[in-house]
């Protein structure tokens, strides 16, 4: 347990001391509810489907939940690279600990970002139809958080270096983030092979969650989502520490 | 009496035998130097000792506990200055020990003494809550020696500790080891490139190229045998005078990668 905790401590500790990550990475999310969200809002109210920004809000704290976490995931590289792996894989803790510690410190800074994003849009002009049920939100951004986390953490300990790292961006958070329905509905009108390839991106069982406590609306239903969410993360995290064990420094 | 025992130990990376069916031993208590050259072995053998890396055949017996069987109880006896640093840059150096006393599992009230009075003699004390990331590298080193000794282990790694240091430093750290050796016992187990080092320092000396065993004795016997004036002659002889080549790695692309990510 203690182990865990250290780990997850460096985790947070690491997160609040480079303002220029937390900063840095609230760029691309103001962008996105700037552009799409105003941007797409007219067009969006004129086609009967109600206000932009109220759906697009809890896709773009997905997003940034995400990008957050995967990137923590693989950090996993640069302290390999960087040596400090080796300490914690010399010293007497199983490896499942180091990797749950690492997993849930990297979900927790992404859930951070999430409501630093929730926030934000709150100031672009997002509202929630229940104010209590942010909190149950919040959960929600740490299951996404904790799936995404582990996925990365498995991708890393494949990985040697950071050369693939772009290959991850375009071919991995991308395609997941813009095949989720964070930017679109998932509706009848929609075309049906988006709708298909989205009913397989565990994000957007994540982020139909969030709009169902947010904005209440939801497209899959609360159990399903749930189910979804924690399935994958189970199955990510159980992944990620066998990889992990099998690595060598 | 010996603290390691290692026998007949074989690692190969697809057909390159990185380790070639080597056996020795380390002495309870003793300065021991393991050298040779660049790709010669020496890393990799680091590696099986300290349970990072698993042998293709062979048996290691580190403080009566076998490398494989029993890696926890391995871990607890043996403390290691890696040849690359492994500090958490992020961190300061008091968290960077918290962290290994944490890990190595040592009571609050122990682990607060313990690392009081070991920053005291790495004379860190008034530097114990800066970033790891604003020490020189001599500093670095001194913390990494504290925390490798934190747990009180029965061996002590040290891979390439001098790397980079000053002769102040450098006189310091094994000045303090030495001590240490003397008055805990503690084994160390060190390389080095640097022969006169070696010479001063360790009371026996395994040299190893090509992934074999080529000499063992003092650094007096190695000297006999080759009929050489100094160490690094002794060791010039034994192992050739060819340039070594050692694989690269990613390492130099990913530091250009953490300072476009905004980290030092």
Not at chain 1, 206 to 226: E, K, P, Q, Y
């Amino acid at each position: 347990m203690k182990t865990i905790y250290i780990l997850w401590l460096r985790q947070i500790k690491r997160y609040l001391r480079s303002k220029s990550r937390i900063f840095g990475a609230l760029g691309q999310p103001i962008l996105f509810l700037i552009a799409l969200g105003y941007g797409l809002g007219p067009v969006f109210q004129k086609a009967g489907e109600g206000n932009y920004l109220q759906f697009l809000a809890p896709g773009i704290i997905g997003m940034s939940i995400i990008f957050t976490s995967v990137f923590s995931g693989i950090e996993l590289i640069w302290d390999r690279q960087f040596g400090f792996l080796k300490e914690t894989m010399v010293a007497p803790v199983s490896r499942f600990n180091i990797m749950l510690g690492r997993t849930i410190g990297g979900a927790t800074v992404a859930t951070f970002q999430g409501i630093i994003v929730f926030l934000i849009s709150l100031i672009a002009g997002f509202r929630p139809t229940n104010f209590f049920l942010i909190f149950p939100a919040i959960l929600v951004m740490f299951l996404i958080a904790l799936l995404f986390t582990a996925i990365g953490t498995a991708i890393a300990t494949q990985l040697e270096d950071m050369q693939g790292f772009q290959l991850i961006v375009n071919f991995l958070i991308m395609p997941v983030f813009f095949l989720s329905g964070a930017i679109f509905p998932l509706n009848n009108e929609s075309p049906k092979v988006l709708v298909t390839i989205a009913r397989f991106n565990p994000l957007s069982y994540g982020i139909d969650a969030m709009r169902s406590f947010l904005i209440n609306t939801s497209h899959f239903g609360m159990l399903l989502n749930i189910s979804v969410l924690l399935s994958t993360a189970l199955f990510f995290i159980l992944l990620g520490s066998y990889l992990f064990s099998k690595i060598e420094a | 009496m010996n603290i390691i025992q290692v026998k007949n130990l074989t690692k190969k990376f697809d057909d390159f035998t990185a380790v070639d069916n080597i056996s020795f031993e380390v002495k309870k208590g003793e300065i021991f130097a393991f050298l040779g050259p660049n790709g010669a072995g020496k890393s990799t053998t680091i590696k099986m000792l300290t349970t990072l890396l698993r042998q293709d055949s062979g048996e290691i017996m580190l403080n009566d506990h076998n490398t494989l069987l029993d890696s926890d109880a391995v871990r607890c006896s043996f403390g290691i200055v890696f040849q690359d640093p492994s500090l958490d840059d992020e961190l300061t150096a008091y968290e960077n020990m918290e962290f290994h006393g944490i890990l190595y599992d040592l009571p609050k009230k122990i682990r607060r003494e313990r690392i009081a009075e070991l920053l005291k003699f790495v004379e860190l004390s008034d530097r114990k809550n800066s970033l790891v990331k604003e020490f020189s590298g001599g500093m670095k080193r001194r913390l990494e020696i504290a925390r490798g000794l934190l747990h009180h282990p029965k061996v002590l790694f040290l891979d390439e500790p001098t790397i980079g240091l000053d002769p102040q430093t450098r006189n310091h750290m094994w000045n303090y080891l030495q001590e240490l050796n003397k008055k805990e016992g503690t084994t160390i187990f060190l390389t080095t490139h640097y022969m006169e080092e070696a010479d001063r320092i360790a009371k026996r000396i395994v040299i190893i190229d090509h992934g074999k065993i080529v000499a063992a004795g003092t650094s007096q016997e190695l000297k006999n045998q080759t009929q050489t004036n100094s160490l690094e002659d002794a060791f010039l002889a034994l192992t050739g005078k060819t340039i070594r080549e050692e694989s690269g790695s990613g390492i130099d692309n990913l530091r250009s990668m953490r300072k476009m990510w905004g980290k030092k």
